[in-house]
């Protein structure tokens, strides 16, 4: 019996061979009849439950267990039966004895991991393997610091640059510590100033960008291209242990075909929208590679998406005649607006106009835009969100009226396009626009009660999947059904934190930020806090999987994934997050009073 076991699956793959010896040796199989109760919720366990054949179903959740897979993973720590377990049909279940798996939890704790109830620590400890892969800023060289006095001159900081072959030094300040340059030091000469005697207080920088040294390198790229920056001061604690430069964060990892900072270089200097086709390209390489490579999914969005801003704002300042720009502000919206798209998908745009200004070529830029952008690989969006389309093409008082409009009659239309507009990002142009027209939001909207409880509705549009998700990996064929991954899990997500954070006032609209700062304002609990932002990770990054895989076949991106494809370990993590998602549509369906609408 023991033979046929799969120490292949999750979590057995995560134990050596002298932990897969005992387990083997502590294995026993037990018969379960069609409708018999395997164990009732709330008695003493004495051994993990593996299904070998047959099916399981557990009883409320309507939930069901297949092959190979773990029954009430989290009863074993807790030593209590979690839910009540029944035979669907006549089933062989594995029984590993508690003492055994508990030792061995002991002494691996990725095999511990898959048994937390905690899910935020459960999928953070199961990707700890990859994620210690990843190279971090310490394993990069770095430059020893090297530090003047407050009272030192321009000529000091050359001599010591010279001494050290440093690029740049440090100065302690009463107000903080600042930075000094060779492009600072190159500034004095080219203005003529004494080296001698001017004072290097009056050039410095402040404040530092810092990056720790435990974090991802690619956090390090991402911070100099969000910074415009070639070096970061790294912190152990709170003390600077080094200056990392460009150069050496480039050697460290990166090449010619997965460069982002190369990236956007390359869209700084494209002098036609047509060249920017190459980036496009590039980009989409970049995150094969990093995906492969294992990168978070919340860095990689990150890191993609300030890519694509530099892309947008290049393209339409290509398109643009200078004297338009500061007089227009372009904005993304959705997805891309909150810095969670990774994958080209409909292109969701606008454009505030200032109040009085006109242009002739407005109306061709915009059109333009579009246009490049589905040559792009960004299909125009559906719904026609996009700055050739007048509507989303607006005064800055055109704007205020259409406000008014949503916010004084919440139907599906006016909730679907604040929505929308509450992921604005700004990407090109005069920004203070769009934040005057924030500030109005926020002053039109008030205390509207009634408006919150609509605008939260939509989540409940679409059923909790997991029962849905069960039930499909209790079938099999090509006729089953996929489950999409956007409505059932993502969306709810995504949109009560839009809610929540246009309740508070929250301006932030990346969803990880929006839990933050709910968190940190105390109107969510910080622990489920941290359950949700490990979920929607979770999803986003199943959702990303599914859209290589389909652009790896030349199909469509879509949302749909097929549970029954996914490993033993991505199903047990995504009925676990699913669970988070339903806690979290209950939250909000409590907290907007959605059950009296």
């Known amino acids: 019996m023991t033979t046929s076991f799969d120490f292949n699956r999750a979590p057995f793959n995560s134990l050596n061979t002298a932990e897969r010896d005992r387990v083997a040796a502590a294995l026993d199989v037990a018969y379960y009849a069609a409708g018999s109760v395997i164990q009732q919720q709330g008695e003493v366990v004495d051994a993990l439950l593996v299904v070998m054949k047959g099916l399981v179903r557990e009883a409320g959740e309507s939930g069901f267990y297949g092959c190979f897979d773990v029954l009430d993973s989290k009863s074993l720590l807790s030593g209590n039966a979690c839910c009540t377990l029944h035979a669907q049909e006549d089933t062989l279940l594995w029984h590993i004895r508690r003492d055994v798996a508990m030792k061995i939890s002991d002494a691996n704790s990725q095999f511990a991991a898959f048994f937390y109830a905690d899910v935020a620590r459960k999928l953070a400890a199961l990707s700890q393997p990859v994620q210690e892969l990843q190279p971090r800023v310490a394993d990069a060289v770095l430059h020893t610091p090297c530090w003047l006095a407050e009272n030192a001159t321009v000529m000091d900081a050359a001599r010591l640059m010279k001494r050290a072959h440093s690029r740049a030094v440090l100065v302690r300040e009463a107000e903080g510590v600042g930075i000094f340059t060779q492009s600072d030091l190159r500034n004095v000469v080219v203005d003529g100033l004494d080296a001698n005697h001017e004072a290097i207080y009056r050039h410095l920088k402040r404040p530092l960008i810092c990056v720790k040294a435990e974090d991802d390198l690619h956090h390090a790229m991402l911070l100099m291209m969000r910074h415009s920056v070639q070096r970061l001061v790294v912190l152990e604690g709170d003390e600077v242990c080094g200056v990392l430069e460009q150069v050496e964060l480039m050697s460290a990892f990166y090449n010619n075909a997965n460069n982002p900072r190369g990236i956007t270089a390359q869209i700084g200097r494209a002098n036609h929208p047509d060249a920017l086709l190459a980036a496009v390209k590039s980009t989409q390489q970049l995150i094969r590679t990093l995906h492969g490579n294992g990168m978070k999914i919340t860095l990689l969005a990150e890191l993609v998406g300030e890519i694509r801003q530099r892309l947008f704002s290049r393209l339409f300042t290509l398109l643009a ?171 709810p997500v995504v949109h009560g934190l839009r809610s929540l954070a246009l309740q508070y006032g929250i301006d932030e609209c990346n969803s990880y930020q929006r839990i933050q700062r709910l968190s940190d304002t105390g109107h969510l609990n910080e622990s489920f806090g941290r359950d949700l932002a490990e979920s929607l990770a979770f999803l986003q990054g199943l959702q990303l999987k599914a859209g290589l895989l389909n652009q790896a076949m030349d199909k469509p991106v879509d949302h749909l994934i097929d549970p029954a494809a996914l490993t033993t370990l991505e199903r047990e993590l995504l009925k676990d997050t699913l669970s988070v998602v339903k806690q979290f549509r209950q939250l909000i369906s409590h907290h907007f009073k959605l059950g009296m609408l």
């Open 321 to 491: 005649p200078p004297e338009m720009l500061p007089h227009v502000c372009l904005l993304v919206l959705g997805s891309e607006g909150r810095g969670e798209q990774i994958l080209n998908t409909d292109q969701d745009n606008a454009l505030i106009i200032e109040d009085g200004y006109q242009h002739p070529d407005l109306e061709r830029v915009c059109s333009e835009f579009n246009q490049q952008l589905i040559t792009f690989g960004y299909p125009p969006c559906p719904g026609m969100v996009m700055v050739s389309n007048p509507q989303w093409r607006q005064s800055v008082a055109g704007y205020k009226r259409q406000i008014n409009a949503w916010t004084s009659s919440a139907s599906s239309e006016n909730v679907m396009h604040m929505a929308i507009w509450l992921d604005a990002r700004p990407v090109c142009g005069q920004l203070a626009l769009f934040e005057g027209l924030r500030q109005y939001l926020q002053q039109d909207l008030g205390d509207n009660a009634a408006f919150l409880s609509r605008f939260a509705l939509p989540i409940e549009q679409f059923s909790p999947p997991i029962n849905l998700f069960s039930r499909l990996i209790a079938t099999a064929g090509p006729d089953k059904d996929a489950l999409d991954i956007k409505k059932g899990g993502i969306f």
